[in-house]
Each structure stands twice: as C-alpha cells, then as structure tokens.
C-alpha cells in the first residue's frame, strides 16, 4: 500500500534544496540522484521540438502537452507518460503558475535493466491490451506503487550516502513496476526482440549512428529483417513519422545543440548534421523552430 500521495510529492519536491530548483523553467534539472531529474515551472511554457530518450515522467502538479505527428495528448497531476523509443516530440507546460508551480519527476530508463526484469513479470496477472496501440508514447494514471517508489527515490535527493546504496534498488523496482503497469505494453513490446516495436528501434539506433549520411530506406529494412513496405508501416505505427522525416527532426535537433556550443557557423553545422545546402538547412530549420540558425546562434551565445 502506497505511504504517499502525488500531492505529498508535490511538497516535496518543491521543497529540494534552493539551489537545485533555482533554475525556473521547462528544463530537466539533475537531482545528483542517478538519471533521475526535476522539472519545475511558474508559467506555462511555447511548445518546443525535444528528442525524448526512453524515460517515465511522472506528473506531480499542473499539466503537459505533448505532439507525436498527428497525436496530441495531455498529461495532468497523478498520470505519468512512457516514451519507449527516441522520439522527436513536440510539448509544452499547459498548466503553471507562480502559485501553483507545474512540476514532475523524470527518470531515465534503463532498457539493459528492463531486459533483465520482464522475465520477473511472468508470474504477475499483467494483462496485455486486446487491440495495443504500437505508439511508442503512452499516457496513463500512475499506480500507488509507483508513486510509492519514486517518493523514496525523491528522499534520498539530499543524502548522497542513501542515493549510492539504495537508489539502484529502488530504480530496479520503479523499472519492474513500469512493465507491469497497463501503459508498460509499449515496454514489453520493445522487450520482444521479434517484435515490429524491437526491431524499429534497432533501426532507429542506425539512424542515429549514422545521422550525417543518406538515408537508404531499403537497406536499413533488411538490416533490421523487413520488407521495405512492413518497415514503413511499423515504423510510422511506432513513431508517428515516415524515416526520412524522423531523420530530418534528428538532425535539426542535433543542429540546434551544436549551434549552441557556439564555435561553427551555420555553415560548418549544416554540413555535420548531413545538409549539403545551407539554404535548405535554414529554411528547413526555420520552418521547424520558428527562426532562423544564425538568428538562434546569435540568441543562445547572448544568454550564455
């Protein structure tokens, strides 16, 4: 039985350490507590294009949006969101005040330490959906025992002695309990290593490896065993996108953290990412972030 509310957490977290929550805004804040993560918000935030590695969020106060493609959902306090898969999302805080801070708790998953547990989950009554949506992002109340587990995860924040010896344990539990909840069928997918979900990521892996280079369509389907037409099937059905656009969302995405180290020009970028014409890459890239790289370069090494 949970000995924890979301609200209880809610205070917690608002209470961290001044210095940890100092830094206001739509940003994960590191706990010091490994791959776990604080975000906290006074206002509500624009909606930004963000890769999302494999994480649980769990919502604790306000509300989020999130755009996968054409799909749009909304995650509120006491739900938690599942993201299987790299992804390029688009989201935004939808709920925050300077009274009422959005806040959540993100954790990192481990899929080596998810492959090691879903045996574990055999002997559990875990029921699996009768027609399961292959989206690779899922939304979906948070059981008492999840909550539970991350409240004592959030108490070892301010003990780093607890942190080292108890904090693997309780992210191996939060991990087993994820792939027994209802919305940890996108997990359990991913775990099959026959599954469609399986070997999308595996083609998502390449893509990112090989993020510069064309992408052969054809090629990357064999490498992952499919028909080019199951390919693109499966890969739309988990991603919300066709290959060549997931590509594209990568490379502008990577693009921006490289223009916001500050030592290339756009030029210099658009060519590491992949772009052979620095004109299609700014168009490309303004379509995408609302503005201009050498206008965003110029913006980020002004707040730096």
């Known amino acids: 039985m949970a000995t924890i509310s979301v609200r209880d957490l809610a205070t917690l977290t608002d209470g961290l350490t001044p210095a940890l ?11 010091g507590v490994d791959g776990f993560g604080v975000v906290r918000s ?6 930004r294009a963000t890769l999302y590695h494999p994480v649980i969020c769990l919502i ?14 909304e995650c509120a306090a006491g739900q938690s969101i599942v993201v299987s898969h790299e992804l390029p999302l688009r989201s935004r805080i939808t709920d925050a005040s300077p009274e009422v801070p959005y806040l959540a708790l993100i954790l990192e998953l481990d899929v080596g330490l998810l492959r090691r547990l879903v045996d574990d ?3 559990l009554d875990v029921r699996e959906p009768a027609d399961p949506d292959p989206t690779a992002l899922r939304v979906g109340g948070a059981a008492p025992a999840l909550i539970d587990a991350f409240g004592r995860l959030l108490s070892m924040v301010d003990s780093p002695v607890e942190a080292s010896a108890l904090g693997p344990l ?6 087993f309990r994820l792939l027994a909840a209802d919305h940890g069928a996108a997990l359990r997918r991913l775990l099959n290593r026959d599954s ?5 990521a595996k083609a998502i892996d390449q893509i990112r490896g ?3 280079e064309p992408l052969a369509i054809g090629d990357l389907a064999r490498a992952v065993g499919m028909s080019q037409s199951s390919f693109h ?3 739309k059905a988990v991603t919300s996108t066709t290959p060549l656009q997931y590509q594209k969302d990568l490379r502008l995405l990577e693009a921006r953290q490289l223009l916001g180290l500050g030592d290339r020009t756009v030029t210099e970028v658009a060519l590491a990412v992949g772009y052979q014409s620095p004109t299609q890459f700014s168009r490309e890239y303004s379509r995408k972030f609302g503005i201009t790289p050498s206008e965003d370069r110029d913006r980020i090494v002004r707040v730096a």
């Open 21 to 31: 929550l100092a830094s206001d805004g739509d940003r994960l804040v590191p706990t």
């Open 42 to 47: 006074t206002a509500r935030s624009i909606l």
């Open 60 to 73: 604790l106060q306000g509300a989020k949006e999130l755009e996968l493609g054409a799909q749009r959902v």
């Open 121 to 123: 989950i055999d002997g």
């Open 170 to 175: 309780v992210v191996h539990e939060i991990h």
């Open 196 to 200: 469609h979900a399986s070997r999308i």
């Open 210 to 212: 090989d993020l510069a």
């Open 233 to 235: 099937e499966h890969f």
